[in-house]
């Protein structure tokens, strides 16, 4: 799988945008880009993922750039409960039993 | 079924004892994974089942570690002779994989709050 490199901790103001920075220049044409997030004490959470388009759900927004070496995910209005470390993660989305290399993620604190 | 259910929450004990963690993943899914992770690093893979079978392990899943899944619902991991450094949390988590080979569809993992492990 294709190595990813975030920014080790971040911070925002509560209710701004906050913008998450990964960058995956290795990654093959059949790798997908996923977004998790583990608050303190907890396990993991899925945010999201892609492959070439943006995407967006109820929690993000996924911005990957056009040649795929890097992407950004937006928490549109970040709220103190977003505190948690973010993970950016390339894999190959198939049933072949990949195993998600998380890395070190980014730590955002959102400040009131 | 709230999620992926880990238990004990929490573990303390004497190096060289054994322990065994339980996991019990959302009831449809049929593939269940098992994760570490040390304080300040991203959970790491250990081994992941499909249905009944282990289909891969990791380097880290040493000799004194096992795991099943023996009726393909729930799973344990066991440590053996448990050392200071298999201090760790224990990760577990589910997906739903709709089919084998070419085309198949992952719905994304779920985890669990995981097992907190110390070894004293």
């Known amino acids: 799988d294709a190595k990813t490199t975030q920014p080790t901790s971040m911070d925002c103001a509560e209710g701004r945008a906050a913008n998450l920075p990964c960058n995956h220049s290795?990654?093959?044409?059949?790798?997908?880009v996923y977004w998790y997030r583990q608050i303190h004490s907890q396990g993991p959470q899925y945010i999201i993922h892609g492959l070439k388009n943006n995407e967006t759900n109820e929690m993000a927004s996924l911005i990957i750039t056009e040649d795929r070496k890097s992407s950004t995910l937006i928490l549109p209005h970040a709220t103190l409960r977003d505190t948690a470390v973010y993970y950016c993660i390339v894999s190959l989305h198939s049933n072949s039993g990949y195993a998600l290399n998380f890395g070190k993620g980014t730590s955002l604190l959102v400040t009131p | 079924d709230t999620g992926v259910s880990q238990d004990p929450r929490h573990k303390i004990t004497k190096r060289g004892q054994n322990v065994t963690f339980r996991c019990d993943p959302i009831s449809e899914h049929n593939r269940l994974y098992w994760y570490r992770q040390t304080l300040g690093q991203g959970p790491e893979f250990l081994t992941y089942f499909q249905n009944e079978a282990q289909l891969e392990k990791s380097r880290l899943l040493s000799d004194r570690f096992s795991a099943e899944r023996p009726k393909g619902s729930f799973s344990t991991l066991e440590i053996q002779r448990t050392e200071q450094g298999d201090s760790a949390m224990y990760l577990c988590?589910?997906?739903?994989?709709?089919?084998?080979?070419?085309?198949?569809?992952?719905?994304?993992?779920?985890f669990g709050s995981g097992t907190r492990l110390t070894v004293v």
């Open positions: 290795t990654i093959s044409g059949n790798e997908y």
């Open positions: 988590a589910s997906s739903l994989v709709s089919k084998i080979g070419p085309g198949s569809t992952n719905y994304g993992y779920t």
